[in-house]
Nanobody, 119 residues
C-alpha cells in the first residue's frame, strides 16, 4: 500500500515562500513519476508540478518561474519550493504519483497540507 505524508504548509504573506515536503512509502519510489496537486475551495484538484524518474519537470502555467519540484530518492521524498506566493495559490496541496495512484475504483490521496496566502 502506497502512502503519502505531506508537510510544510502554513500561513504566509503574499510574496513569501514555502517548501512543501512529501514522504512516500514504497520501495519503487525512484521509478515513479511524482506530482504535486492542489485543490482550492470550490474548485477541482489540479496538477501543479510533476517530476519523472529521470528528473524531467513540468509546471502548470500559473506557477512557472515561481515553483520548483525536486526529489530525493534516498529519502523517498518529493519537494515543492514555492516562491513569490500569491493569494490564488491558497489551497490544500497533495502529492501523488503522476498520474495519481489508484488502488481501487478511486484515486488514493493523503491528508494534504494547507497553504494559505494572505496578508
Amino acid at each position: 500500500q502506497v502512502q503519502f505524508v505531506e508537510s510544510g504548509g502554513g500561513l504566509v504573506q503574499p510574496g513569501g515562500s514555502l517548501r512543501l515536503s512529501c514522504a512516500a512509502s514504497g520501495s519503487l519510489f525512484r521509478f515513479w513519476a511524482m506530482g504535486w496537486y492542489r485543490q482550492a475551495p470550490g474548485k477541482q484538484r489540479e496538477l501543479v508540478a510533476s517530476i519523472t524518474s529521470g528528473l524531467r519537470t513540468n509546471y502548470t502555467d500559473s506557477v512557472k518561474g515561481r515553483c520548483t519540484i525536486s526529489r530525493d530518492n534516498a529519502k523517498n521524498t518529493v519537494y515543492l519550493q514555492m516562491n513569490s506566493l500569491k493569494p490564488e495559490d491558497t489551497a490544500v496541496y497533495y502529492c501523488n504519483l503522476h498520474p495519481p495512484y489508484r488502488p481501487g475504483p478511486d484515486d488514493f490521496w493523503g491528508q494534504g497540507t494547507q497553504v494559505t496566502v494572505s496578508s
